[in-house]
């Protein structure tokens, strides 16, 4: 799996849209970019993943650039709840055991009132 | 639906004794996973079920490790002769059937077990 590089933490006000970055610039065209975050003392939560396009879902959007070698993740709308580390990950759809998750520092996100 | 579930939610033991942590998955997911997460560590991979199945328990520590999974469903992780360094929160998750050539399937996570050993 490609290996990831994002900022140890970012503040974000509260209303106001998150932009997490991650940068991915050694994925191979069958690597899927996907987001995790884990609220402090919860397991692990899945947001999103992509290929090449943006996605959109009810949690947030994700943003590809046209090279694949960065990603952002976008809160639309930061909430006081969305205070987290959030890890991004790069993973191979082929491969046996693509299926093992590896989280490495993330972001801690912190929303402020 | 309800989401996974695990239990107990801590647990305290002295080393030496042997503890069993247990995880509901989400009903009618056929792939289940035990990871564990230690103070200040990432997430590290134990082993995987396929159904009754375990075809990769690469993840496990060692052989005072075991699991199993029973009627495609609930999963129980024994670890014998607790050691301080088992301490950690376990963590469990399950997904729908991974498939290859296809996007990983997300994984959904229960709230883990903390597990203190004096």
């Known amino acids: 799996d490609a290996k990831t590089t994002q900022p140890t933490s970012m503040d974000c006000a509260e209303g106001r849209a998150a932009n997490l970055p991650c940068n991915h610039s050694t994925i191979s065209g069958n690597e899927y970019v996907y987001w995790y975050r884990q609220i402090h003392s919860q397991g692990p939560q899945y947001i999103i993943h992509g290929l090449k396009n943006n996605e959109t879902n009810e949690m947030a959007s994700l943003i590809i650039t046209e090279d694949r070698k960065s990603s952002t993740l976008i809160l639309p709308h930061a909430t006081l709840r969305d205070t987290a580390v959030y890890y991004c990950?790069?993973?191979?759809?082929?491969?046996?055991?693509?299926?093992?998750?590896?989280f490495g520092k993330g972001t801690l996100l912190t929303v402020n009132p | 639906g309800a989401g996974v579930s695990q239990s107990p939610s801590n647990k305290v033991t002295e080393k030496g004794k042997d503890v069993e942590l247990r995880c509901d998955p989400i009903s009618g997911h056929t792939a289940l996973y035990w990871y564990r997460q230690s103070l200040g560590q990432g997430l590290e991979f134990l082993i995987y079920f396929q159904g009754n199945s375990a075809p990769d328990k690469s993840g496990l520590p060692s052989d005072r490790f075991s699991a199993e999974r029973t009627g495609g469903s609930v999963s129980t992780l024994t670890i014998q002769r607790t050691q301080q360094e088992d301490s950690a929160v376990y963590l469990c998750?399950?997904?729908?059937?991974?498939?290859?050539?296809?996007?990983?399937?997300?994984?959904?996570f229960g709230p883990g077990t903390r597990l203190t050993v004096l």
């Open positions: 998750a399950s997904s729908s059937l991974p498939t290859s050539g296809r996007a990983l399937r997300e994984q959904f």
């Open positions: 990950i790069v993973k191979s759809i082929s491969g046996g055991s693509n299926y093992k998750l590896t």
